[in-house]
């Protein structure tokens, strides 16, 4: 992949994936580990999502879920989009998806990255204006989420404009690849712009979250009013925080240092900073499957539901409330099944009754006259 950097320019680096690899080995593996990532990340987080709108749709949403939701919607998109890119330009090891990926690709993953790193930021305030969906119902969403998405996506494409810029498909030899090459004439405007660039789309944002959730976390834990519940939602942002800011770290590291002029560095760094990337996109489901108590029963609720469509040739089957925790849901089988046992009546018993209530017998064919002494008695 060694390629001389023209004279005329400042950089030079490749876009879509890093491209002209030696070895079968890394053809074949990247693209594998890249598709089993975006799989799993789209399935977390299409079921983040579901239950999410199952929420809403209940009256049970707030503005936390609502900025979670644009997070898991930002992580499929990734998955969804961006990866599959790079597993091809792996594969290929040339650039064969045409000028216009290779123009917007590099810029539309970092706007996501962007976005995903302000939207997280934002819960900041939404932490503290969640709605109550017991005391309010169904969650009318306050305009400052419209007012904050929409600058937060404007801020996000705007900043990665220069990788649309300088993107360019070059022919080496009998193969095209695409790279992004600045020129000399815009060294100086463009050195400052990418100093600026991750200082103030990634390092202040997550700074900002991280020591946030730290104090909230502290204060919830000792000052609030229902400290346990407040403390669980806290943490799990802060987790997500911290979980943003170390994989996609390297990214940020390898993007400067190539940016700033300095000598390339070594061709697995940048491997290992594209699959941190994307792993952390399919790693936030499972944070908020594990640790966030309405996603983790909302997928409880789902897998019910499931297993009684499925038994629908069956007996009717009483399926169990999901309300409440674990021994409350057993509770409600057992008692569902114990009543219906007790509902049931033998056939032949009940006829023999019925018989016997309803029929007038002579004194003579009585065949239990004992009965009727013990009552004259």
């Not at 070059?170 to 695409?178: N, S």
């Not at 997550?206 to 806290?234: D, E």
């Not at 061709?267 to 908020?288: D, R």
């Not at 046992?341 to 006259?369: A, C, M, S, Y």
Request: with cysteine; glycine share 6%.
């Amino acid at each position: 992949m060694d390629i001389d950097r023209p004279a005329n320019v400042t950089f030079f680096d490749f876009v879509g994936g890093v491209q002209l690899l030696q070895g079968e080995d890394t053809r074949t593996a990247m693209p594998v580990i890249l598709i089993g990532i975006c799989v799993s990340g789209a399935v977390g987080n299409l079921l983040v999502l579901l239950i999410f709108i199952r929420d809403f749709r209940n009256g049970k949403g707030s503005e936390v879920k609502v900025l979670l939701a644009s997070l898991a919607s930002t992580d499929l998109v990734i998955l969804l989009l961006c990866a599959p890119v790079r597993a091809v330009t792996y594969y290929k090891q040339t650039w064969t998806l045409g000028s216009f990926v290779c123009s917007t690709t590099d810029w539309f993953q970092h706007s996501c990255v962007v976005a995903k790193t302000l939207i997280l930021a934002a819960t900041t305030r939404a932490k503290h204006t969640a709605v109550p969906c017991a005391a309010t119902g169904p969650l009318s969403s306050p305009t400052w989420i419209h007012g904050a998405l929409a600058f937060i996506w404007t801020v996000s494409m705007i900043f990665p404009i220069p990788q649309m810029l300088f993107a360019s498909m070059v022919q080496r030899g009998l193969d095209i690849i695409c790279v992004s090459e600045m020129p000399v004439c815009a060294s100086n405007f463009m050195s400052l712009f990418y100093k600026i660039y991750p200082t103030a789309a990634f390092l202040m944002p997550v700074t900002f979250t991280l020591g946030y959730y730290t104090k909230a976390l502290h204060s919830a834990v000792n000052h609030a009013p229902n400290p346990r519940h407040q403390s669980k939602v806290t943490l799990v942002l802060l987790c997500l925080s911290g979980a943003l800011g170390l994989m996609l770290l390297p990214e940020w590291g390898t993007f400067t240092w190539i940016r700033l002029g300095y000598n390339k560095p070594p061709v697995g760094l940048i491997i290992f900073a594209q699959v941190l990337l994307y792993a952390c996109s399919a790693f936030s489901p499972v944070i908020l499957m594990t640790m966030y108590d309405d996603v983790r029963q909302g997928l409880v609720t789902i897998w019910f539901i499931a297993t009684c469509r499925s038994s629908k040739q069956l007996p009717r089957i009483i399926c169990p409330k999901t309300e409440g925790n674990g021994a409350e849901v057993g509770a409600n089988a057992v008692a569902n099944a114990v009543s219906t046992e007790g509902d049931k009546t033998i056939p032949d018993l009940e006829h023999f009754w019925t018989g016997r209530r309803n029929t007038q017998v002579e004194e003579e064919q009585d065949p239990v006259p004992w009965e009727r002494e013990e009552k004259m008695l």
